[in-house]
């Protein structure tokens, strides 16, 4: 099983629908991240939690939301979708010490018609 | 702010050519410089890392060195292959907190 699991993998969904991307790792890491990845703009950070009760937002954190449900489970929400929000999302989790390596999930491709 | 600014590709190299793929930087303090891959339908995985300046990261053949006086973290490989082929991330950390990514670069080699 890989370290990072995100489902689902892809998901095509309509204007204004509730859209939930879940992730799970079993690094036993503490921190985890939801960055999204657009052509052209590399990879930008959505939300971060550096612990259950810790979350706190990143660069694009407007229209979306997060869930910290345990240590490994780090869920990404967007309320009401909208067609901008089509990109490729990945979660990943780091360790707290030394350099902030990161280990990502494959990814969520996500398709807002 | 932090920033980095990476070569824009696509780039296209023969099998057994040699790469070079820039990365410069702009950050305050002493931040730690990486560079990630992503190959084809797959997250992205660290390929090297340099924390401190004149460091070199290696791993697969790949090399960069950490360069404070010119703010710059180039990647290099002597001999690429097609199994090189992916996407190439320059990312820097500038504290505990975040990475900041460069745009990416594709490299397609060709046998």
């Known amino acids: 099983d890989a370290d990072v699991t995100q489902t689902p993998r892809n998901r095509i969904t309509k204007t204004g629908k509730r859209i939930m991307l879940e992730c799970s790792q079993t690094?036993?890491?503490?921190?985890m991240y939801w960055y999204r990845q657009d052509p052209g703009l590399g990879l930008r950070l959505i939300y971060y939690s550096f612990d259950v009760k810790d979350i706190n937002k990143g660069e694009i954190s407007d229209g979306y939301s997060v869930s910290r449900q345990a240590q490994a489970k780090f869920s990404l929400s967007l309320e009401s979708a909208i067609p901008n929000q089509t990109a490729l999302y990945f979660c990943?989790?780091?360790?707290?010490?030394?350099?902030?390596?990161?280990?990502f999930g494959a990814g969520s491709r996500l398709t807002v018609l | 702010g932090d920033s980095v600014t990476q070569m824009e590709g696509p780039v296209t190299l023969s099998e057994e050519a040699f790469l070079t793929i820039n990365c410069t930087y702009t950050?305050?303090?002493?931040?730690?410089l990486f560079w990630y891959v992503q190959y084809p339908g797959e997250g992205l995985q660290l390929l090297l890392k340099?924390?401190?300046?004149?460091d070199k990261g290696s791993n697969k053949g790949f090399e960069a060195t950490y360069r404070k006086e010119t703010t710059s973290f180039h990647l290099e490989k002597g001999s690429v292959q097609v199994s090189d082929s992916a996407v190439y991330f320059c990312?820097?950390?500038?504290?505990?907190?975040?990475?900041?990514f460069g745009t990416g670069t594709r490299l397609t080699v060709i046998p």
């Open positions: 990943a989790t780091s360790e707290p010490t030394g350099a902030n390596v990161l280990t």
């Open positions: 690094k036993g890491h503490d921190r």
């Open positions: 950050a305050t303090g002493y931040p730690s």
């Open positions: 340099a924390t401190k300046a004149d």
């Open positions: 990312a820097l950390e500038p504290g505990a907190n975040n990475l900041f």
